[in-house]
């Protein structure tokens, strides 16, 4: 197989499928709409051998100036332990590198084992100097 990572937004219905399909929380169609018109920065991966299916995200979003959060990688499952994540991060640290102020805290949740990921673009645990909280409505 064959994949190509561009900058670009999935479809709304993309989107949520992949979502759901990597085991990320459901989003309503309204609220997906919402997110991706307002992304920073998108990153597909398409399977270049299934006429270019987007198989694979990753967002920043944030003010662009002070805060942004990396947020929604994902890969679906059949195309996962490819390198396909971390050519997702690359294209968004990329972008991060370039377009964003020096003094922009970027940060982000890691599920499971992802952190290891993360780690390989500077992130690293705020505990215990911080604790992360969330609130889903």
Known sequence: MT???????PTVEKY???????????????????ALRNSLCSVIVLDTNNQN?????????????????????????????????????QMLNDFIERELPSSCYVNLIADGNAYDLYAQYGFEPVWPKSRGMGKVI
């Open 3 to 9: 994949y190509k990572a561009v900058y670009d937004s």
């Open 16 to 34: 949520r499928f992949l979502r759901e399909t990597c085991g990320l929380f459901p989003k309503s169609e309204k609220a997906a709409t919402i």
């Open 53 to 89: 299916e987007v198989i694979g995200m990753g967002r920043l979003v944030g003010d662009g100036g002070c805060h942004c959060q990396i947020v929604d990688i994902c890969v679906l499952p059949a195309h996962q332990k490819k390198g396909l994540g971390k050519r997702i991060m």
